[in-house]
Nanobody, 124 residues
Framework: QLELVESGGGLVQPGGSLRLSCVVSKRRLRDYNIAWFRQGPGKEREKISCIDESGDQVFYADSVKDRFTISKDNAKNTAYLQMDNLKPEDTDIYLC?????????????????WGKGTQVTVSS
């Protein structure tokens, strides 16, 4: 069974940066599409970015476009989310998810594999 473990969250000031990592184990990352979601209390789970198996196709939600960058290093079995110019509204738990669905970026219900999340807090 594929396992996902996020790391890299923390407390940063507005305008700061964080780089989240999602380490895949027991399976090859190159066989999976990866998505990053975020969720906070009282808020629905939001899909913020996706990347396909090869790393060639990417998607960004409007809320993070031009500020976040998704990438993956299949040789290292690690996907990343570079988060720049962070805002207080980015405060959330960030989760990575994986799917073998043919379309690389889909709804949360189509991702059978999830990490437990890493907390990102943006505050002055």
């Amino acid at each position: 069974q594929l396992e996902l473990v996020e790391s890299g969250g923390g407390l940063v000031q507005p305008g700061g940066s964080l780089r989240l990592s999602c380490v895949v184990s027991k399976r090859r990352l190159r066989d999976y599409n990866i998505a990053w979601f975020r969720q906070g209390p009282g808020k629905e789970r939001e899909k913020i970015s996706c990347i396909d198996e090869s790393g060639d196709q990417v998607f960004y939600a409007d809320s993070v476009k031009d500020r976040f960058t998704i990438s993956k290093d299949n040789a290292k079995n690690t996907a990343y989310l570079q988060m720049d110019n962070l805002k207080p509204e980015d405060t959330d738990i960030y989760l990575c998810a994986a799917t073998t669905q043919s379309y690389y970026c889909t709804g949360a219900e189509w991702y059978p594999y999830w990490g437990k999340g890493t907390q990102v807090t943006v505050s002055s």
